[in-house]
C-alpha cells in the first residue's frame, strides 16, 4: 500500500502539490488526470524521490520512504516512466534494459520487453538512446525500462504522448498484462486518455495541487467523459 | 621471438588488445628497443637509418590484412622520438593498430613522442586504431606527444580511432591532415583526464580536392582538477564537406577549453561545427537512479557510455 499524507510541496513560494493526501492500495490500478499545471507530474516525481516534498510524509508497505533517495526507493519498488525521456550519448537500449532489470539480462529477455512496448526487437536494441530516436520511439523504450524493473509500484506519467493511433490498443494491454503477471502490483498512470480512464479501477482528479476528486472508474468517468479531461485519441488529432 | 616481461605484456593489452603475437605484420617496440617484428609478403616494415623508427610499406591491392606497432615504456625516466612512417599503396584495405602504454613507477619522467605520417595511395581506405596508456604510481611523469600527418590521394578514406582515458599525465596530440579529390576521413576521438593532467589535441585538418570529406568527432571528459584544450580546425578549399564536433563533461574542478574553427575558401565548401561543454545532465542522473543505481554508479555508466 502506498500512502501519501499530506504532502506539500512548492518552488519559490509557488504552491505545486498542496497537501494532498492518497491511499493507493497493493494491487490497485489508478488513473490521475486533470488539467495541465495541476501538479501531476510533480506527485509522480515526489513518489519517485527526484522531489522532496516541504511537508507530509510517504509510506510504502508502511515504512515512511519520505527521507529515502531515488535510488533506495527504486530499490523499494518503485519504477517511474517520466512524461519526457532522458535521452543518453552512449548507452544504447540494451544498456538501459539491462540496467532496469538490475541482473544479467539475456538478449532474448531485452527483446521481449521491446516487442511488448511495439518496437521490433533487432532494430532497436543497439540502438543508442539519442536524439536520432524520435519521442514516440523514446516514450515505448521508456516503458520498457518501467517493464524490465519488475516492480511493485509502478508510475507512468502520460504513457501515451507520441503514440500514435494503432497503437492505443497494444498500450492499454501492456497495463492489462502487467497486472495479469502480478496480482498485488500497484499501477499509478497519468493520463487523459479516454481509453486508459476505461480500464482504471480507481480515477483521481487532480487540480491545484489538490484531489479534486476520487473514486472508482464508474463513478468519476461518467462526469469526466466529453469534458477536455477525457481526450478521445482522434481529438487529439483535431 | 617477442620478448617481454610481465608489465610489458599487460601494457600491450591495454593499448592493443593483444592477448598473444598478431597474425600479419607487427612491430613491438620495449624501453627503446625492438622486441619483435614481423612482415609478410605484402606488409614490409625496416628499421630506419638515420633515426629511430620504422618505415611499413603496404603493397597496391592489399586487402584485409593488419599491422600492429604497439610501444611499451617499463623503464622510468626513459625518453624517446619515434618516426614511423606508413607508406600504404593503391587499392588496399588494411587495419593499423598502434598505441603507447607508460608504465612509471620511479620518480623520473617516461616520454614517448611518437610522429606518424601516412601516405595513403589512390582508393586505399584504412582503418588505423591508437590507444594510449597510462600505469605506475611513481612520481615521474607519464608523457605522450604524438604528431599524426595524413596525406590521402583520391578516393581515398581513412578512419581513425585515438583513445586516451588514463593514466597519462600531460599529453599534446598533434593530427594533420591533406585530402584530396574524394577522399575522405573520420575522426572518433576519446579522451578523458584526471587528477592534474593535462591534454591538448589539435586537428588541422585540409580539405584540398573536390568532393572531399571529414567528419572529426572529439569526446572528451575532464575530472578532478584536470585541463584541456580542444583545437579542431577544418579547412574547406574546394567543394567538399566537413563536419566537427566537440562534446565534453566536465566534473569536479575539470577545465576544458574549445577551440573549434573552420575555414572556407571556396564557395562550394559546406562546413559545420558543433561544440558542447557541460556537467552531466541531472536529469540523466536522476533517470539511472530511478532504475536502481547510486549516484555514483549513474555516473560512472554515464561516462563510460559517453566514452564508449
Ligand atoms: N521545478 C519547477 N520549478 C518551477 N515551477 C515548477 C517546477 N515544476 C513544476 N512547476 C510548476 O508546477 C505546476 C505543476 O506542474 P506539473 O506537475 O508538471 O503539472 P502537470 O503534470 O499536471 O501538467 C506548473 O505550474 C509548473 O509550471
Ligand atoms: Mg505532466
Redesign the interface.
Known amino acids: 500500500m502506498l500512502e501519501l499524507k499530506n504532502l506539500s510541496f512548492g518552488v519559490e513560494g509557488n504552491d505545486i502539490i498542496r497537501d494532498l493526501t492518497l491511499t493507493v492500495p497493493d494491487g490497485r490500478f489508478v488513473v490521475i488526470t486533470g488539467p495541465n499545471g495541476g501538479g501531476k507530474s510533480t506527485l509522480a516525481k515526489l513518489i ?3 522531489e522532496k516534498p516541504l511537508s507530509g510524509q510517504i509510506i510504502l508497505n508502511g515504512t515512511d520512504i519520505t527521507d529515502y ?3 533506495e ?3 523499494s519498488g ?3 516512466a ?1 512524461q519526457q ?2 535521452r ?5 537500449v540494451f ?2 534494459l539491462r ?2 532489470a ?1 541482473k544479467k539480462l539475456s538478449v532474448s529477455e531485452a527483446c521481449q520487453y521491446l516487442s511488448e512496448v511495439g518496437l521490433c526487437a533487432k532494430d532497436y536494441i543497439d540502438r543508442e538512446v539519442n536524439a536520432s530516436l524520435s519521442g514516440g520511439e523514446l516514450k515505448r523504450i521508456e516503458i520498457a ?1 518501467v517493464l524490465a ?1 519488475n516492480a511493485s509500484v509502478c508510475v507512468f506519467d502520460e504513457p501515451e504522448a507520441g503514440i500514435d493511433l494503432w497503437s492505443f490498443r497494444n498500450l492499454t494491454r501492456i497495463f492489462e498484462n502487467m497486472r495479469k503477471n502480478e496480482e498485488g502490483r500497484t499501477i499509478i498512470i497519468i493520463s487523459h486518455q479516454e481509453r486508459i480512464l476505461n480500464i482504471a479501477d480507481e480515477i483521481v482528479v487532480l487540480a491545484d495541487g489538490k484531489v479534486k476528486e476520487q473514486g472508482p472508474k464508474d463513478e468519476i468517468y461518467p462526469k469526466l467523459a466529453g469534458s477536455e479531461l477525457a481526450e478521445e485519441p482522434c481529438g487529439r488529432l483535431a | 621471438m617477442v620478448q617481454m616481461d610481465e608489465i610489458q605484456r599487460r601494457l600491450i593489452r591495454e593499448v592493443a588488445d593483444l592477448h598473444k603475437v598478431p597474425e600479419g605484420a607487427y612491430n613491438f617496440r620495449a624501453n627503446g628497443e625492438l622486441a619483435g617484428r614481423q612482415s609478410t609478403k605484402n606488409i614490409e616494415i625496416t628499421g630506419k637509418e638515420d633515426k629511430s623508427g620504422i618505415d611499413i610499406r603496404i603493397k597496391d591491392g592489399t586487402k584485409n590484412e593488419s599491422v600492429h606497432i604497439p610501444v611499451v615504456l617499463s623503464e622510468s625516466g626513459h625518453k624517446e622520438t619515434v618516426y614511423n612512417d606508413f607508406y600504404v599503396g593503391e587499392d588496399c584495405d588494411v587495419l593499423i593498430v598502434a598505441g603507447c602504454g607508460i608504465d612509471n613507477c620511479g620518480s623520473q619522467d617516461s616520454e614517448h613522442d611518437g610522429i606518424h605520417r601516412f601516405f595513403i595511395g589512390k582508393n586505399s581506405k584504412v582503418k588505423y586504431v591508437e590507444k594510449h596508456y597510462g600505469s605506475g604510481d611513481g612520481s615521474g611523469k607519464r608523457i605522450l606527444n604524438p604528431v599524426t600527418e595524413v596525406y590521402m590521394e583520391e578516393n581515398s578514406a581513412m578512419e581513425m580511432e585515438m583513445v586516451q582515458i588514463k593514466g597519462v599525465d600531460s599529453t599534446k596530440r598533434e593530427t594533420l591532415a591533406e585530402l584530396k579529390a574524394g577522399a575522405r576521413m573520420v575522426v572518433q576521438e576519446r579522451l578523458m583526464t584526471h587528477g592534474v593532467q593535462e591534454a591538448y589535441s589539435i586537428y588541422d585538418v585540409r580539405l584540398n580536392g573536390d568532393g572531399s570529406s571529414a567528419d572529426v568527432v572529439s569526446r572528451s571528459v575532464a575530472r578532478d582538477k584536470s585541463y584541456q584544450k580542444l583545437d579542431l580546425c577544418v579547412l574547406g578549399n574546394a567543394v567538399c564537406s566537413g563536419h566537427t564536433e566537440c562534446d565534453s563533461i566536465i566534473m569536479d574542478e575539470g577545465r576544458i577549453l574549445a577551440v573549434p574553427s573552420l575555414e572556407a575558401n571556396n564557395v562550394d565548401a559546406m562546413l559545420v561545427h558543433e561544440a558542447a561543454i557541460g556537467k552531466i545532465a541531472g536529469e540523466q542522473l536522476n533517470k539511472l537512479m530511478t532504475l536502481g543505481l547510486t549516484e555514483q554508479e549513474a555516473e560512472e555508466q554515464i561516462i563510460n557510455g559517453f566514452l564508449k
Not at chain 1, 543518453?88 to 544504447?92: C, D, I, P
Open positions: 519517485a524521490g527526484i533517495s531515488i535510488t526507493r527504486a530499490k518503485i519504477a517511474f517520466f525521456p532522458v543518453f550519448k552512449g548507452l544504447n544498456d538501459l540496467i532496469a538490475g525500462t524493473r
